[in-house]
């Protein structure tokens, strides 16, 4: 298929796009007639060079097939690409500042140990309240008694040990009846120190808070680096692993199994390798790449992406990478295949596969309905007949409604086997019953414009009936529309008669606006049209003169008086004014040039008239156009004073 035969198709569906390019669905019951003609006229407009071909080798996509000619999609490239905050799953969690305040609860299981602070109160029959910090030794020194080893105690039963302690030098506090009651309580803590190692993004020794377990404690050291393993987190305690934690676990369920062991100084947290990854992309609800365990399967990394959209495909693609090991050229490492997920046991996944979830095709099932109907639009077009289809739309049952429908010429286009509107079908309402309708039928409803007529004009101003009028005939003139209106009041007159004509737009918001423009040279033969505006201007005893004069405004209206007198009463010509170019603006819009051979005479004025004096804007230019026009008026001028002269003779 040529270059030129593509666009030739590009074009036509630019065009059938066009027509609905600023029409909302709602908005369909608008079309007119000559647009649904219009609309209908694009999708049967096939020729040669639109005709476009889908399974050109120009239109194709490249595509990959695997070692056994299994078609595939080809995975999108760029999906490698993407940065690895949004590409593997887990890692954000760590990326964030988290806060500890010296006021939360102590945790039952917090054992004291050397850089603690310990508030010791006592209140009864002895009241004092003293600090002790631990030594490095485990060691606070309290007077008349000594050191007193307390390292790796809770606070219950250092609280013991010390009640036992002082009952030496205070004895009440073992005296039930007279008792002096003691408390301990935490001060400032010290801060733990933890070692990581492995794929930590600070690795080495770190401070961590002593309240910490192993997902605080990874945050506070800046979170896994994107070759760490969420899986097998792994806890060392004297050289021995205590625990290993799976992140997952919490990340997909809420299950926290971590919180229970709490970090002492001298940890190991170590983060290992990632052995297995494998990125799931399309039609799951989450896509990204997930770590799997060697066990796992195709099955779990669908429930860690959420599972499938309402309209994932039942086949899924694989592409994968044939590991090291195994393969026997790097020119075959990788393979691409499709697979049904009924089979997913028999898939095995390996390191860097990629899973592609596509979306179940469009299935074309639906018919649309335009022009007069209350609710144009999409419908189901399977197993039912056109009638259905009309009464959901809607009008066919509204007495008023139907009367605006041309039911007996109902078109329906329909595709041919190139899938092109070449038929065309005229039904009426009463056979829609037994017309059965198909996929992507397109259903034409006309509107019968001789029932629904709103055709108006109006005549405003000096009229004795004004107000808006229907249109009845196509040769209504100004004069008649005037006689219908009741005719002119005393206060207005023929010369004082404009028309404008309004305009319905639409602006850029797609809102209705309307724009009027004046109607030139109109006498009461003018026919009128849709939406024509007559006014009847009063009657303005008064001439105007504007322009390049020294006194320019309102003049009172002299009976006979000329052009010339309206000058010379507006103060005379101003320097520069171009006196060969005044006009006349009359009452009723027209405009009439005052340098004519009737101006030798006198133009004759009316009330109500304008006379513009334009000013030349640069008067040191000599004109060659209107010193030639000048000369011209002039000698006609003088040729008709002969011709006078003559004929009186």
């Not at 040669?48 to 071909?53: G, M, N, Q, V, Y």
Request: with cysteine; net charge negative.
């Amino acid at each position: 298929m040529s270059k030129k035969q593509i666009i030739n198709a590009l074009i036509t569906c630019l065009l059938f796009s066009s027509i609905f390019s600023q029409i909302s669905v709602r908005d369909l019951d608008r079309l007119s007639n000559s647009q649904l003609d219009t609309l209908k006229e694009t999708l049967q407009s096939k020729t040669e060079d639109s005709d476009l071909d889908l399974n050109s080798d120009e239109l194709k996509d490249p595509i990959e097939t695997d070692l056994n000619n299994n078609v595939s999609f080809e995975i999108d490239k760029n999906m490698t690409e993407i940065s690895s905050d949004s590409i593997y799953f887990g890692y954000n969690y760590f990326k964030r500042d988290i806060n500890f305040f010296d006021n939360i609860p102590t945790p039952s299981d917090f054992r004291l140990g050397p850089g603690d602070e310990i508030i010791l109160s006592l209140w009864g029959e002895t009241n004092l309240r003293e600090r002790f910090n631990i030594n490095k030794d485990g060691m606070i020194y309290y007077s008349n008694i000594g050191f007193i080893n307390i390292s790796n105690k809770t606070l219950k039963e250092a609280e013991l040990l010390l009640i036992e302690e002082l009952s030496k030098i205070y004895s009440t506090l073992k005296d039930k009846s007279n008792s002096t009651k003691l408390m301990l309580e935490l001060g400032s803590l010290k801060s733990i120190n933890i070692y990581f190692s492995g794929h930590i993004e600070n690795p080495g020794i770190n401070l961590i808070h002593p309240f910490s377990d192993v997902f605080s404690a990874i945050i506070q050291s800046g979170g896994i680096n994107d070759n760490g393993s969420l899986r097998g987190v792994q806890l060392i305690r004297n050289n021995q692993i205590i625990t290993t934690v799976d992140f997952y676990s919490f990340f997909m369920g809420g299950i926290n199994t971590f919180s229970n062991i709490k970090l002492i100084d001298g940890d190991v947290i170590h983060i290992p390798s990632v052995k297995k990854r494998v990125m799931i992309s399309g039609e799951v609800n989450r896509p990204l790449t997930y770590e799997l365990l060697p066990y796992e399967s195709i099955l779990d990394i669908v429930s860690y992406a959420s599972g499938f959209t309402s309209s994932a495909s039942s086949t899924l693609i694989l592409t994968q990478i044939i590991p090291l090991e195994k393969r026997l050229s790097d020119d075959n490492a990788r393979t691409t295949a499709t697979f049904n997920f009924r089979n997913k046991e028999s898939i095995i996944l390996n390191d860097g596969d990629i899973i592609e979830v596509p979306s179940i095709p469009p299935v074309d099932s639906e018919v649309d309905i335009f022009g007069r109907v209350k609710f144009p639009g999409k419908y189901p077009g399977v197993n039912t007949t056109l009638k259905t289809i009309l009464d959901i739309a809607g009008g066919f049952d509204d007495p008023i409604f139907r009367k605006t429908i041309r039911e007996d010429e109902i078109l329906v286009l329909r595709q041919d086997s190139n899938k092109f509107y070449s038929t065309e079908i005229l039904v009426s309402y009463k056979d829609a019953n037994q017309f059965n309708l198909e996929p992507n039928d397109k259903i034409f409803i006309y509107e019968n414009i001789n029932y629904k007529n709103n055709f108006t004009y109006r005549v405003e101003g000096e009229v004795f009936k004004p107000g808006t009028y229907p249109i009845t005939s196509s040769d209504l003139t100004v004069g008649e529309a005037i006689s219908l209106a009741g005719g002119l009041t005393e206060l207005s007159s023929i010369r004082n008669l404009t028309v404008k004509q309004e305009f319905t737009e639409v602006d850029e918001q797609g809102n209705e606006v309307i724009s009027s423009e004046p109607v030139n040279d109109v006498n009461l033969d003018f026919k009128i049209g849709i939406n024509s505006v007559i006014i009847a201007s009063p009657f303005e005893n008064v001439v105007r003169v504007e322009g390049n004069v020294y006194n320019p405004g309102l003049i009172t209206f002299r009976k006979g008086a000329k052009l010339s007198k309206y000058i010379e009463l507006a103060g005379g010509y101003m320097p520069d004014s171009i006196k060969n170019e005044v006009y006349i603006k009359r009452a009723n819009g027209n405009i009439e040039k005052a340098n004519t051979f009737l101006s030798i005479f006198g133009r004759r004025l009316y009330p109500g008239d304008t006379i513009v004096v334009p000013l030349d804007e640069d008067p040191s230019e000599f004109d060659t156009t209107k010193f030639l026009s000048d000369l011209s008026s002039t000698l006609a001028n003088i040729a008709a004073i002969l011709v006078v002269v003559n004929q009186s003779k």
